[in-house]
């Protein structure tokens, strides 16, 4: 821990995104252990990784972004719903123009979604869950005080535990669609890629806009709680007659808020 806190700041970043990657590139090569497409496993994959989106929204971004600005007057602390609405806009544009396919009840949206193959939908899908999370990673570094990240690695270890389901997720489908194991593990990877550029640019224009901080935090959270409003939760309770993906959620929302009680 010692030598990465001595590295520089956009390389602990780098690193801490290709973390998150690697954590996804192993949830999904769970595809070779698991033998058929199991709705009730993407179910829990889906749910877990909500509720630890959701408690590392409010525990790492918006927590952080009210303490910045606690001495700046009632007026300044609107900086943060108004974060919270320009993150929900963004992410609600992105879902109307990024064609894609949720992966559980198969309803496409986006730009002429007919264009992409049923492989390259869902993947898009779980690409645009990523971008949200590279962006709170990057900017939650951005806003650590003094050096101190400790509640930045926090958030990055959250969203890594909640990348190996979310790897899993979007592997399993693959197999309905006819890809071989391999081809499976390697889309489900690919997904969260964008999760290292997208944390470098957060990082990047937070540090550059630093009087801006807790608006920026806001905004990443606000990108996060809609994915998963929007997709995540209503994707891990479409099967009917359990309430697998509710308990997920609950699980995965303690898990992450025990993390952040116990380490900060």
């Known amino acids: 821990m010692k030598f990465l806190l001595s590295l520089n700041p956009i390389t602990i970043v780098f690193l801490v995104a290709t973390f998150n990657w690697l954590m996804t ?18 179910c829990v994959a889906l749910g877990s990784s909500a509720g630890i989106m ?9 927590l952080p ?11 300044a602390l609107l900086m943060i719903p108004a974060g919270f609405i320009c993150g929900v806009l963004l992410l609600m544009t992105f879902d109307k123009l990024l064609p894609h396919e949720h992966m559980m009840t198969h309803v496409q949206e986006g730009i ?3 264009r992409f193959s049923k492989n390259k939908l869902l993947m898009l899908a779980m690409t645009l869950h990523n971008i949200p999370e590279g962006l709170a990673v990057g900017v939650a570094f951005a806003g650590a005080a003094n050096g101190n990240y400790l509640s930045a690695i926090i958030l990055a270890i959250g969203i890594g535990i909640q990348n190996f389901p979310e790897g ?8 309905q669609c006819g890809k071989s194991r391999f081809q499976a593990m390697m889309y489900g990877q690919f997904s969260a890629l964008v999760e290292v550029p997208a944390a470098l640019i957060g990082f990047i224009f ?4 630093n009087v801006t901080l807790p608006f920026i935090l806001s905004f ?4 996060m709680f809609f994915v998963c409003i929007e997709e995540l939760i209503p994707e891990a309770n479409a099967t009917e007659g359990i309430d697998l993906g509710t308990i ?14 116990l380490l900060s």
């Open 25 to 42: 590139f192993f949830g999904a090569s769970l595809v070779y252990f698991v033998k058929n497409a199991n709705k009730k496993l993407i």
């Open 54 to 62: 959701i408690a590392a929204s409010f525990f790492s971004l918006l």
């Open 65 to 75: 972004a009210k303490e910045q600005l606690e001495n700046s007057g009632k007026i």
């Open 112 to 114: 002429n979604p007919s």
């Open 168 to 175: 899993t997720a979007i592997a399993l489908p693959m197999l």
């Open 206 to 209: 937070a540090s550059i806009t």
């Open 220 to 223: 990443a959270a606000g990108a």
């Open 248 to 261: 997920s959620f609950m699980i995965g929302f303690v898990i992450m808020m025990s993390l952040d009680i």
